[in-house]
């Protein structure tokens, strides 16, 4: 099983809800990631989770809240989010953090729409 | 710092002709390097990763890449294009950086004519 799950796949959500983006990877990966992706732009990263440790957050607004509870599972928590944070949410995992020449498994995304 | 360069937001060619992006990086330390594809509403597929040994390294769906240092470059190409080759391509480093983050160029864009 070489799959990263993301659930829902499509998501739209007024400003004052708050909803929660899920990831499960099977692969025994212990580093997993949140990106975002806005159209015709690179994947840019939020947060990174090593081992179940945040070990990156990227300058992320409060307003994303994110939570590994075990090390199959990767949750992204929204609350208060603007317009602007409609985007393309893609998880990804990979073998180990500090292993370089491991390649990212990624998701097939949630497209988030605020409105 | 690493960084990665795509030249070529857009490239279009017809089906059955050559396909090449381009992608140059850098890095302060042996880079590795890798190519993804993103089909619409789709997330980020592996298509080959260049780590260390042989430079040439092919991928699936019958693409394949050169490493060359001297030219800090890793072109992606394929011999004969698809209609289903058309999507986003993004090229990716992880070197030097602290946490040995991907960072990714800014992709490209492949259009397939009939």
């Known amino acids: 099983d070489t799959e990263v799950t993301q659930t829902p796949k499509h998501l739209v959500m007024g400003m004052t809800n708050k909803k929660s983006l899920k990831c499960e990877q099977h692969?025994?990966?212990?580093?997993m990631y949140w990106y975002k992706q806005k159209a015709k732009k690179p994947p840019e990263l939020m947060f990174v989770?090593?081992?179940?440790?945040?070990?990156i957050n990227e300058s992320v607004p409060s307003r994303f809240s994110p939570e590994c509870p075990n090390s199959s599972l990767l949750n992204l928590h929204l609350h208060a989010l603007q317009p602007e944070d409609s985007a393309l949410y893609l998880c990804?995992?990979?073998?180990?953090?500090?292993?370089?020449?491991?390649?990212?498994?990624f998701g097939q995304g949630t497209r988030l729409t605020v409105v | 710092a690493q960084s990665v360069t795509q030249l070529g937001s857009h490239v279009s060619v017809s089906e059955g002709a050559l396909v090449l992006l381009r992608c140059n990086y850098s890095?302060?330390?042996?880079?590795?390097l890798f190519w993804y594809v993103q089909y619409p509403n789709q997330g980020l597929q592996l298509l080959l990763k260049y780590t260390t040994g042989a430079t040439l390294v092919k991928g699936i769906n019958g693409f394949e890449a050169e490493f060359k240092k001297s030219e800090t470059s890793f072109h992606l190409t394929k011999p004969s294009a698809h209609m289903s080759d058309a999507a986003e391509y993004f090229c990716?480093?992880?070197?030097?950086?602290?946490?040995?983050?991907?960072?990714f160029g800014g992709g490209t864009r492949l259009m397939v004519k009939p």
């Open positions: 890095s302060s330390v042996p880079p590795y």
């Open positions: 990804a995992s990979s073998q180990d953090f500090n292993a370089r020449n491991t390649e990212a498994f």
């Open positions: 692969m025994g990966h212990r580093a």
């Open positions: 990716a480093v992880r070197g030097d950086n602290a946490g040995n983050m991907l960072t």
């Open positions: 989770y090593s081992y179940e440790k945040l070990s």
